[in-house]
C-alpha cells in the first residue's frame, strides 16, 4: 500500500514538475546561491554549476564551516551570505539535504527570490532537527541515516562504502569515487540546536525530491512538506544527489523557477 502510494506521489511530482517547467520558458538570467548537505563541500555542484551556466545562469557554491563544532544554521547562512557580497538582485537559494535547515536564515540577511529545498531538511522554529526526527515517528529518518548521526561525539562521517550505497547509489562508479574522496567529518551543531529561525520568511518556496532516495524516502517528504509547509514536492528521478546523478535535469526545473 504504502509503495502504490509513493509511486501514485512521484507520478502527481512529475507532472507538477513538467507544469512547472512550461511555466516560463524563456527565463531571464539568474544567480543561484548553492548550499550542500552535510560532510560535502562546494565541490559537489561543479557539475550543476556548468548545467546552469549552459542555460545561461549563474551558480555560486562556498564551502560551509562543517568543521567547526560550534557552528550551526546561523553561521553557515552567514557564511553563504558574505559569498553573495556585491550581488544586489535577489537570488535563488537552493538547499540540498541538510543544507536546508540553513538556506531560510539567507533570506532574513539579503533578497532573496525563492528558496529551494532539493531533498532537503526542512527547519522548524524553536526545534532542534533531532528532535523533529525521534518525535514525529512518520517522519523518521531512514536507519542508514540514523546510524550515521547516532556516531560518539560533536562530528560524524559516513563510512565510505556505506556512503556510496545511501547517497550516490545512481551515479557511475567513478563519480561516486570523486565524490566519496572529498567527503569531511559534519558537526553535529545544525543537528542539535534549536532551529534558530523565528518565523517562515516571506517567500517562494518550492521542494524537489526524488523518488529513490535512501535517505529521505519520498513517502517521508511528502509527510513532512504537508505538515510543514502544505507544500507537494516536485519529483525527479533518482537518488540523494541529484546534482550529480542527473545534473542537467535538475538545472532544468532551477532555470525554469529562475525569476
Sequence with gaps: MEQGSAEARE???????????????????????????????????????????????????????????????????????????????????????????????????????????????????????????????????????????????????TPREFARELWYHDCPRALQDWALDRIRPQSRAPHREPCPLAAWPDVPTTLVNTSSDRCISLPVAFRTAERTLGLEPLVLPGGHCPFLSRPGELADVLSALAY
Design 11 to 157: 507520478r502527481r511530482g512529475l507532472h507538477a514538475q513538467r507544469k512547472v517547467i512550461h511555466w516560463n520558458r524563456s527565463p531571464a538570467l539568474a544567480v543561484f546561491s548553492l548550499v550542500h548537505g552535510g560532510q560535502h563541500g562546494a565541490w559537489c555542484f561543479d557539475l550543476l554549476t556548468r548545467e546552469l551556466a549552459e542555460r545561461g545562469h549563474r551558480g555560486l557554491a562556498v564551502d560551509l564551516p562543517a568543521g567547526d563544532a560550534t557552528a550551526g544554521a546561523a553561521a553557515c547562512a552567514e557564511v553563504v551570505a558574505k559569498s553573495l557580497a556585491g550581488i544586489d538582485e535577489p537570488v535563488v537559494v537552493v538547499g540540498h539535504s541538510l543544507g536546508g535547515l540553513t538556506i531560510p536564515l539567507v533570506a532574513g540577511l539579503r533578497p532573496v527570490a525563492r528558496l529551494v529545498f532539493v531533498c532537503g531538511a526542512i527547519p522548524e522554529p524553536g526545534r532542534s532537527h533531532f528532535e523533529v526526527k525521534a518525535e514525529e515517528e512518520a517522519e523518521a529518518i531512514s536507519d542508514g541515516a540514523a546510524s550515521v548521526w547516532e556516531q560518539p561525539g560533536d562530528f560524524h562521517l
